[in-house]
């Protein structure tokens, strides 16, 4: 682990794989740190150089006052960027990392080889959805992340998975019980500010949308709505539900590697 101070504080990162291969980005979704990625170390540090971090909010990374915003986000992985001398890569986000991407795509396209958006949407949700749970986890506290984490069992995956990988399940749900509600709460303001459906066709990096087709959290057709009004953009749906990196594995991953590695 090593760690980049920005001016409100650290952001945590780790990078991997060869020295000189393309570099790959990978960003977390809400709730999680840069550990959800496990699964997909083995194959993709084959080809290329895997810097993955800790959003704002999250893991050991910074935990500054909320709401935060998408933009804030991105930038964050800007100053990663820059501090890394590293001049373009390849983008993976899933969920609020999705967000994160598409702002990459919109705003910072030159920084951009390739972009994979995963388990996503250009707007997440409504303020009626998330208000509430802002409050109740400012509120509660500690108390209201272990509820969370019961409740996101049948978010994040489909009963059938969950029944046969109890391990998984109980590695992935503890770090959103052990996720600041501070950082937590200022994630879900920048989540739900969040409205890219006007600015999508500004992207020109070629994109990769992967949706679950049992996410209740960012159905397939929030994925489809950007698959859409992207030049060129390729789909893929696997039968998930909301991380359908951890549900899918193998296939999620030789799917994201081959969009990579395209000519």
Known sequence: ???????????????????????????????????????????????????????????????????????????????????LQIARAHFCGLSMGGLIGQWLGINAGERLQRLVVCNTAAKIGSPENWNPRIEMVLRDGAEAMRGLRDASIERWFTPAWSSEHADQVKRITDMLATTSPQGYAANCGAVRDADFRDQLGVISAPLLVISGEADAVTPPSGGLYIQEHVAGAEYTGFLAAHLSNVEVGEPFSRRVLDFLLAR
Not at 34 to 58: A, C, I, K, N
């Open 1 to 83: 682990m090593a760690h980049l101070q920005l001016a409100d504080g650290v952001l945590n990162y780790q990078l991997e794989g060869p020295e000189h291969a393309p570099v790959l980005v990978l960003s977390n979704s809400l709730g999680t740190n840069l550990h959800m990625w496990d699964s997909q170390m083995p194959l993709w540090t084959e080809h290329f150089r895997v810097l993955r971090y800790d959003t704002r909010g999250h893991g050991d990374s910074l935990v500054t006052e909320g709401p935060y915003s998408i933009e804030q986000l991105g930038r964050d992985v800007l100053a990663l960027l820059d501090a």
